[in-house]
């Protein structure tokens, strides 16, 4: 069986299992195993929301029997009030929580299927997605972003100067990347694959191919901030107006770090 049958398999079994063990009103598969199975592939897992009757929402959480009997699990971490992540002996991950009816509203997902439900249910089905409930992650205009943007290559590459080269690394590599991120819509034509309303980071290479081929030089690692520095200014000089006194600070202290790097190899 390939991966991707075996995947919504496993699936199906947990809810035959919560039949069996009752308590249980609703299965909702999210994300590539809700209404997004056309990108299952072999690196996909679980996601998945179990719904229950009031007063059965300790019983799921704390006594995990109902995924033992479909298969048993090597390795179980309680990361929220509400679920767990899990690895099932095959190899199988998944992430799920467990919500009384009336929680359901207060979560945010997308793509959500009912893979099952108790034949006595008659409540209402949950929405695809909870829109109400999804952070914004696409902004609207590029001045906040790019602005942003820039003032993480000044503050960056500052700190790399004074040798705090993480926090440098996280602002020129991580933070400001992000900021672009939010407006790559407004920069590039997207291409309809699945975006995800949790991360912009997710299938961007599908989504917006050119913009994939540029970024490596942008994120060059740990031992070359100043050099990725200098790669995303110069995109953001191309597609914004950029102070240009700001330009020159962030130009000048990137050749100062590197000068500095040269220096330090000379020695």
């Known amino acids: 069986m390939i991966r991707t049958e075996w995947l919504l398999q496993r699936l199906d079994e947990i809810g035959r299992s919560l039949e069996r063990k009752g308590g249980a ?125 820039l003032t993480n290559l000044y503050v960056g590459l500052g700190r790399y100067a004074r040798g705090e080269r993480l926090s440098a690394a996280r602002f020129i590599q991580s933070y400001a990347i992000d900021s672009i991120l939010s407006v790559l819509h407004l920069l590039e034509q997207e291409v309809e694959y699945y975006p995800d309303p949790f991360g912009n980071e997710r299938r961007l290479e599908k989504r917006f191919p050119r913009f994939a081929e540029i970024i490596g030089q942008m994120m060059q690692g740990y031992d070359h901030v100043p050099e990725s520095a200098l790669r995303i200014l110069d995109f953001l000089e191309e597609v914004y107006p950029v102070n240009p006194r ?19 190899i000379d020695s």
Do not use: M
């Open 25 to 149: 009103l609703l299965l909702l598969g999210v994300g590539s195993v809700g209404t997004e199975t056309g990108r299952l592939d072999d690196y996909s897992d679980l996601d998945f929301f179990v719904i229950v009757e009031p007063g059965q929402k300790d019983r799921y959480i704390d006594r995990l029997d109902w995924l033992e009997e479909v298969h048993p699990l090597a390795y179980a971490f309680k990361n929220s009030d509400v679920g767990y992540k899990i690895l099932f002996e095959d190899g199988i991950y998944g992430e799920y929580a467990v919500f009384e009816e009336s929680e359901l509203a207060d979560a945010s997902y997308s793509g959500g299927r009912v893979v099952w439900k108790d034949p006595a249910y008659t409540g209402k089905e949950p929405l695809i997605s909870s829109s109400n409930r999804l952070p914004v992650l696409k902004k609207s205009s590029l001045d906040y972003p790019l602005n942003e943007a």
């Open 246 to 264: 700001l330009s020159a600070e962030i130009r000048r202290l990137a050749d100062r770090t590197c000068q500095q790097e040269s220096t330090s």
